[in-house]
């Protein structure tokens, strides 16, 4: 089944306590991205990936690591996290990296829900 | 002004009536317009693409007026399991996708 995981679903952690989340697609697609939605917000973008070995960032970067070293994950990293990282994130996927900003489907993971104390 | 803005509602709905609502976006250079669906806590997923020509999908029609910038979303009969929110979402530039904050419709039995 075509789809995108994510890891943790829920995590409750204390500020400064490094964690990762995990990303997995199987649709060999070239842009994957995070997004976090807050209450009144809405989505923003994190951080985005066109291929492996390359990322850039999104509308909110700060306190967030990424990295791309295979096509099929893209772990979202927060070194020391704070309770303003408190959110439901979402990663996403998309075929066609230079349509993925412009013009394709993405494909968004379950979701998790990060609380920092 | 906001690059994607939408009246987050909620638009309460009688079973079986048509509710229409529309979005604006910021960037005249925008290229890809779609509305997204997301119902509470979980993940969005595609609902349709917006396309010069506008597009019907079922109940569901998309527009899009390039010279006003907005897009709208119309859905006829509606039905209990159409309560949800419906995103738009748009082409930001530089690789990017611009989300609204999303219209809350509830459909009333």
């Known amino acids: 089944e075509a789809q995108v995981t994510q890891n943790p679903r829920y995590l409750i952690t204390v500020t400064g306590k490094k964690l990762t989340v995990t990303c997995s697609q199987n649709m060999n697609h070239e842009y994957m991205s995070w997004y976090r939605q807050d209450p009144g917000l809405g989505l923003r973008q994190i951080y985005y990936?066109?291929?492996?070995?390359?990322?850039d960032k999104g509308d909110v970067p700060e306190g967030y690591k990424v990295s791309r070293k295979e096509k099929r994950n893209f772990p979202l990293i927060l070194e020391s996290p704070s309770p303003n990282q408190t959110s439901l994130y979402f990663c996403?996927?998309?075929?066609?990296?230079?349509?993925?900003?412009?013009?394709?489907?993405?494909?968004f993971g379950p979701g998790t829900r990060l609380t920092v104390l | 002004r906001k690059e994607v803005e939408q009246d987050p509602g909620p638009f309460n709905v009688p079973e079986g009536a048509t509710v229409a609502f529309n979005c604006t976006y910021s960037?005249?250079?925008?290229?890809?317009f779609f509305w997204y669906r997301q119902d509470c806590r979980k993940e969005p997923k595609l609902l349709m693409s917006?396309?010069?020509s506008g597009n019907e999908d079922g109940r569901f029609t998309a527009q899009l007026n390039r010279a006003s910038q907005y897009i709208s979303l119309l859905i006829r009969d509606s039905k209990l399991s159409d309560s949800a929110t419906y995103l738009c979402?748009?082409?930001?530039?530089?690789?990017?996708?611009?989300f609204g904050k999303g219209n809350q419709v509830v459909v009333i039995p």
């Open positions: 960037n005249s250079a925008s290229q890809s």
């Open positions: 917006v396309y010069s």
């Open positions: 979402v748009v082409n930001g530039g530089n690789n990017r996708l611009a």
């Open positions: 996403a996927s998309s075929p066609n990296p230079t349509l993925a900003g412009g013009g394709d489907t993405q494909y």
């Open positions: 990936s066109m291929n492996v070995e390359v990322t």
